[in-house]
């Protein structure tokens, strides 16, 4: 099956600094790559989708890039501001969605 | 805006006990899944329906497990019995198609304890 690995697992940043989560899968017939935003007690919500045909999408201080060749992508918050903390996973899904383990992003004011 | 609905969002149960969850995906949803997510990790697929009918339960424990949507709108989650190893969060997503690119949405949850 898919496997999944998710790094850092913990991610600490001052507001307003760069934060960058990245991911790698095995399976080079995956084609979806969504990243969903987890708060604490609450239910994951998707934050932005990348498919295996575009290399980069950008939705405000978010943004996914994906490496087909090299079998990774990442995920680009800028200007981090406290509400961005949370935890965040990574997905791919080829005939169904495997998650990563989770990083967990905590940004100081 | 129309949103999965869990319930119970607790359960505390004894080993060996029974214990059943229930989800409402939003509705037209054709596609509904179950996940568990162990504190500390990501989810992970247990079974997922398209309709009324189990399109992979490959990861779901039979023995204990079962999982049914009888009319294509509601499911039930049901462990029999429960093992301490089953303390978790139980998610329900639903999404409008199992094809690729259709986003899941999420349901609350329910955290299952198991003493």
């Known amino acids: 099956g898919e496997n999944v690995e998710q790094h850092p697992s913990t991610l600490s940043v001052q507001e307003g600094d760069s934060a960058v989560i990245k991911c790698t899968y095995s399976?080079?017939?995956?084609?979806?790559f969504p990243w969903y935003k987890q708060e604490l007690g609450k239910r994951p919500q998707l934050i932005i989708d990348i498919r295996s045909n575009v290399g980069e999408k950008k939705d405000q201080r978010i943004a996914v890039t994906l490496n087909k060749t090299a079998k990774h992508f990442s995920l680009h918050i800028t200007e981090t501001q406290p509400e961005d903390s949370a935890v965040y996973f990574c997905a791919v899904k080829y005939s169904t969605l495997t998650f990563g383990k989770g990083t967990m992003l905590l940004v100081s004011p | 805006e129309a949103e999965v609905a869990q319930s119970p969002r607790y359960k505390i149960t004894e080993k060996s006990q029974a214990v059943a969850f229930w989800c409402d995906p939003i509705?037209?949803?054709?596609?509904l899944y179950w996940y568990r997510q162990i504190l500390g990790q990501g989810p992970e697929l247990l079974v997922q329906f398209q309709d009324e009918s189990v399109v992979d339960d490959s990861q779901l424990p039979k023995d204990r497990f079962s999982a049914e949507r009888l009319k294509g709108v509601d499911s039930t989650l049901k462990i029999q019995p429960a093992e301490l190893g089953d303390s978790a969060m139980y998610l329900c997503?639903?999404?409008?198609?199992?094809?690729?690119?259709?986003?899941?949405?999420f349901g609350p949850g329910t955290r299952l304890t198991v003493l």
């Open positions: 399976d080079s017939a995956s084609n979806y």
């Open positions: 997503a639903s999404s409008s198609s199992g094809t690729d690119y259709n986003e899941q949405f």
């Open positions: 509705s037209g949803h054709a596609t």
